[in-house]
């Protein structure tokens, strides 16, 4: 039985993603590493109306919760977990990061904010970007010295040591894309305002 508490963290951060237009209806995914044992969303369910039984309890290696629902990228979970010391990942499709993805190599923020905390966003490329082993790979690689990764066209996978943190690295990565789409709308010169500015393509 899924603890009440971890219910309600599941439900608010999947709310959060939904309403902010980070995810579709049926897009995104959660997890938490809890020791050897593994918490994530059951497939198909939505992340904006969360029930209890679209949590799934499952081994950290062996899939033994009996349920053959559990996510079609369980998998890529699995090995975050395992080469990196998240104990939480937020999966999820934020749309204007998604666009800047399908051509560039890196998402290097221009906003204060996102310069800080995220320094920069690799992209990942894998042709079967699906709960594939070679995405699991590449993406749990990357994750093993970023914070937050993009895979090209698919979407975002962040880390934490809760889901809050995660969830906290996914929505600065959107908002600083929205950022800097709004200024190429805008279309004026930039004016580099941060110090270490030739640093931050190094990170």
């Known amino acids: 039985m899924i603890d009440e508490r971890i219910y309600q963290q599941f ?58 629902l559990a996510s079609t990228e369980l998998v890529v979970h699995r090995a975050i977990y395992m080469n990196t010391p998240a104990l939480a990942v937020v999966h999820c499709h934020p749309r204007t990061a998604i666009a800047f993805s399908l051509s560039r190599d ?31 790979r590449k993406v749990a690689e990357a994750l093993a010295q970023y914070k937050i990764i993009m895979l090209r066209g698919h979407g975002s996978f962040a880390i934490g040591q809760t889901l809050d943190e995660a969830f906290h690295w996914s929505s600065t990565l959107e908002e600083s894309c929205q950022i800097e789409l709004a200024a190429k709308i805008i279309n004026e010169p930039f004016i580099e305002y941060r110090g270490m500015t030739k640093d931050y393509s190094k990170w």
């Open 11 to 68: 439900c608010e951060i999947g709310r959060d993603l939904y309403e902010g237009g980070m995810i579709s209806s049926h897009g995104g995914n959660l997890s938490i590493r809890l020791g050897d044992r593994v918490i994530i969303k059951r497939r198909g369910a939505q992340l904006g109306r969360l029930k209890m039984h679209d949590l799934i309890e499952t081994g950290l290696e062996k899939n033994d919760s009996g349920v053959a």
């Open 106 to 136: 890196e998402l290097v923020p221009i906003d204060n904010e996102a310069s800080y905390l995220l320094k920069k966003i690799p992209v990942v490329t894998e042709e079967f970007a699906s709960g594939s082993p070679e995405m699991a």
